[in-house]
């Protein structure tokens, strides 16, 4: 980044990086945050299997996507997700499909979650409403009426 005036410091810092008074230029970098690699299984007539890499799976088939870094700070490596995936995968058409934007797939079905306690909580009201009928017409709070001859 680069910046002129007071504020370059703190705007850079802002931004996750260091900032140089000597070179009067923002640094910082990115580090790794997970893997994706596409690949296509070819089967030739004899029934051998051929694996080949097409690309990544993240904007402009980038196998590779990364988060700000923040310096000084010591990366390890140990979380990073790898993923591979066959080229016929819905998750690519998904990710094709929403221009490359991150989506977590798990927090777009969390309405059926919703849908799953509402479900269970109607179905407790439910037992509860047969319950308390079927008391009642056990301790004979329901009498059955008899037709009684109607005048006419």
């Known amino acids: 980044m680069n910046c002129s005036g007071n504020n370059c410091a703190k705007k850079c810092e802002k931004k996750g990086g260091v900032w140089s008074l000597e070179a009067k ?3 910082g970098y990115d580090i790794i945050d997970s ?3 596409v690949i296509n299984r ?3 007539d004899f ?3 051929d694996w080949q890499y097409i690309g990544g799976c993240f904007e402009n088939g980038s196998p590779a996507r990364y988060i700000s870094a923040i310096p000084g700070t010591t990366y390890r490596f140990e979380n990073v997700r790898i993923e591979v995936r066959e080229n016929d995968d819905p998750y690519l058409a ?3 499909v929403t221009r490359g934007n ?3 797939f798990a927090k777009s079905y969390r309405i059926f979650g919703w849908l799953a306690t509402a479900l ?3 179905a407790l009201i439910c037992a509860v409403i ?3 009928q079927l008391r009642k017409l056990r301790s004979g709070e329901y009498v059955e009426q008899k037709d009684s001859p109607r005048q006419v």
Do not use: K, Q, R, S
Request: aromatic share 12%; charged share 25%.
């Open 42 to 44: 070819e089967e030739n």
């Open 25 to 27: 230029h923002c640094y």
């Open 35 to 37: 893997i994706c690699l």
């Open 102 to 104: 991150d989506v977590d």
């Open 47 to 49: 029934g051998d299997v």
């Open 94 to 96: 998904a990710v094709e």
């Open 120 to 122: 269970f909580v109607a």
């Open 130 to 132: 047969v319950f308390v």
